[in-house]
């Protein structure tokens, strides 16, 4: 009985080997070996006439943090995350709230909800360009109706374009929040309501001191993954104003690309991308302490 035993053992940890192996293989490929190399690259600069790779060693680190544009794409991006993550968060818990009533005709409404988040970041840029054009886009003639005659020039007017960019994330990725908040709600025991509603509680008092505790995880959960997509956001300034006009929409994620692929400075660009990681593991590190969240067993 003993032999049999250790040959299965030994079987299992064969078979676990083999299934992990390809998985191991997959990981150091493409996700180690680039961030390693990247990581080297950023202690370089490719010479374009000369062909070849100079050693700056932290010389790019010190050029970014003494350039402008990299601290004005932090603030831009600063704005971007906390005024649409707040914005998303407030209107997909209250959205999963409200269609958590299980509202005659709600099933359709919601999956034309959920519609934009579906869509490519890029093509989203494209569409709301073309709908914030001032001659003949749809928004500014919509807006016309209401007795707005002469709208702001959303995307060539820098005290708007930021917060045009911000609107349409928040159009896109509010859905989000939605639906990882409603899935959690859906899961929520039936009887704890019905007890709080039989005890007189107001449907307001249930929100506060029943939903919003039991559906805290998923929000924080769903808040955290948004927020290091947004943080991260290049496809959607890329698709609608392409970090302009100026530098009114330039993130950190649309600076690192920039200068890697438009000014092939490759070291600077890797330099930017890695200091990127060090603020973003920093900065969520710190929120995930100072939030509390509920765990439900």
Do not use: C
Not at 248 to 276: C, D, H, P, Q
């Amino acid at each position: 009985m003993i032999k049999i035993s250790n040959s299965k053992n030994f079987l299992l940890r064969h078979e676990t080997k083999t299934l992990i192996g390809p998985a191991i293989v997959y990981l150091g490929l493409f996700s180690v070996f680039p961030l390693l190399y990247s990581l080297g690259i950023s202690f370089y600069e490719f010479d374009r006439v000369a062909g070849k790779w100079n050693f700056l060693g932290l010389g790019n680190y010190k050029e970014i943090l003494s350039d402008k544009v990299f601290w004005s794409s932090i603030l831009v991006t600063g704005i971007m995350v906390g005024v649409a993550l707040i914005v998303e968060v407030v209107a997909g818990v209250s959205l999963a709230i409200f269609f958590g009533q299980k509202l005659k005709g709600s099933k359709f409404v919601r999956a034309i909800l959920i519609t934009p988040m579906i869509l490519n970041p890029v093509v989203v840029g494209l569409m709301w360009r073309a709908l914030l054009n001032p001659q003949w886009g749809l928004f500014n003639w919509f807006i016309g109706l209401i007795g707005i005659d002469s709208p702001p020039i959303w995307l060539a007017d820098p005290k708007w374009t930021l917060w045009t960019l911000i609107f349409v994330d928040i159009w896109q990725w509010t859905p989000f929040i939605f639906v990882v908040v409603f899935a959690r709600y859906q899961a929520l025991p039936t009887d704890v309501f019905e007890s709080a509603r039989v005890d007189g509680a107001s449907p307001l008092k249930i929100i506060r001191y029943i939903t919003l505790p039991l559906v805290s995880s998923a929000v924080v959960f769903a808040a955290i993954f948004r927020g290091i997509d947004s943080f991260r956001t290049f496809d959607l300034v890329y698709g609608l104003t392409f970090g302009g006009p100026g530098r009114s929409t330039t993130t950190l994620s649309f600076y690192s690309f920039e200068n890697g692929f438009v000014y092939y400075r490759y070291g600077f660009a890797s330099a930017l991308s890695y200091i990127m990681v060090i603020m973003a593991t920093i900065g969520f590190s710190v929120l995930l302490k100072w939030i509390p969240v509920r765990r439900n067993h």
